[in-house]
């Protein structure tokens, strides 16, 4: 193994698994799949970068390839999997190999948790966000008409498989949007995360293994969402409501980052930290490129918007924030004008 390779594992409620991070190891997809019957689901843009030649690598097996993009994460798509899935032959002992970003990520593992009950999952993560955040922790899903991940289930994989190489492809923007959550799994438990050097795409390596355990730590001490797990949404009530007002023109991580940047400043203003806090988080979003500033939209219709929040019972706010760097904490009952001067100074 390079040096940067690692293997990350996992524990879960019903078992294990392991996480490979190394590079070039797409192509050794053959050694997981192990001679069972598989069959790749990936998206219109990755099948020609990554697809085809891991459909070649496992001898020419079926490859399914869904339209690009969040509005295609839905139950319709999922079907056509299904019927995909028959007409390849996978039977009850057949593996399904998720291959592309998180919405790839999240409607192919949902068809692996649904179909004949349940079938092998290989998640091969392509997007940073994927990397780090949502092939981790066995969240799968789709969206309905009425809001995202509105159906889903937990599915464990039989591993993830993590190629680094993969990144020199991506889009600046999705490399810092992925950004945004390892920039958020460093405020919650990994310092070294903020700190530049790693955030450069040649230790991309190295970030993923930072970023990726910080999540499984998380994850494995909170599987089912019972506690602790909430931290990781640390700046996402601020994100789902900027996506949400600005009709979705913010992409998610974009949003969240300047999610941390609110929940910095609220955290400081209510006296949990001092202001070294939200000054690092906006020194990292801007060297990162992402934005530090909310752009007018309105601070009302963004309070609003956080009051659909799941996560707030009886309409009582509910936000982690941070009592320093690496000391998240929930927070209920914060005050509405603390939040709108807060808002308001960051328009
Ligand atoms: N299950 C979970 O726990 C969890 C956690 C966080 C997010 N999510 C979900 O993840 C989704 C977002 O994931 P995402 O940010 O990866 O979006 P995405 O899947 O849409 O990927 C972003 C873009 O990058 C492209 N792409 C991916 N890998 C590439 C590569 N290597 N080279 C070139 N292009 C590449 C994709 O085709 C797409 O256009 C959302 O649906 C969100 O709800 C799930
Ligand atoms: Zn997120």
Redesign the pocket.
């Known amino acids: 193994m390079a040096h940067a390779d690692a293997d990350i594992p996992v524990k879960t409620p019903d078992g294990s698994y392991t996480i490979h991070i190394a590079a070039g190891i797409r192509q050794h997809i053959a050694d997981k799949v192990g001679g069972r019957r598989a069959v790749i689901i990936t ?1 219109e ?2 099948a020609p ?2 697809g085809e030649a891991m459909r070649d690598a496992l001898g020419g097996c079926a490859l399914i390839t869904m339209p ?3 509005r295609y ?1 839905t139950l319709a798509t999922v079907a056509g999997f299904y019927g995909e899935l028959v007409r390849a032959g996978l039977d009850r002992s057949g593996v399904v190999i998720a291959l ?7 409607s192919a593992g949902f068809a692996a948790a649904t179909y004949l009950r349940g079938v092998r999952l290989l998640q091969v993560p ?2 940073l ?2 990397m780090v ?2 092939s981790v ?1 066995g ?2 899903g789709v969206d309905l008409p009425g809001g ?2 509105l159906v889903g289930a937990f599915k464990q994989p039989d591993a993830v498989l993590i190629d680094p190489e ?2 020199t ?3 600046p923007k ?1 490399w810092r ?2 950004m945004a959550e390892a920039i958020k799994h460093g405020l919650l438990a990994d310092h070294s995360l903020l700190d530049p050097a790693l955030r450069t795409p040649d230790r991309a390596a190295e970030l993923v293994r930072r970023a990726v355990q910080v999540k499984v730590d998380v994850v494995q001490r909170d599987p089912f969402e019972a506690g602790e797990r909430a931290h990781l949404n640390l700046g996402h009530t601020f994100a789902h409501a900027i996506e949400q007002v600005s009709g979705y023109a913010w992409a ?2 974009e949003a969240v980052g300047v999610g941390l940047l609110v929940a910095a400043h609220l955290s400081h203003r209510l006296g949990l930290c001092g202001e070294e806090v939200p000054a690092l988080v906006g020194d990292i979003l801007a060297e990162t490129g992402l934005p530090t500033r909310i752009g007018g939209l309105p601070s009302g219709a963004l309070w609003a918007a956080m009051h659909t929040d799941k996560k707030w019972a009886a309409g009582v706010s509910r936000f982690v924030l941070l009592r320093g760097f690496q000391q998240p904490v929930v927070v209920e009952g914060v005050a509405e004008s603390e939040v709108l001067a807060v808002l308001e100074g960051l328009q």
């Open positions: 998206n843009t990755v970068l990554y690009d993009g969040e994460k592309g970003g998180g919405v790839v990520g999240d392509t997007s966000l994927a955040d949502s922790g969240k799968v995202k991940n993969v990144l492809t991506l889009p999705e949007c992925g998610h991580g």
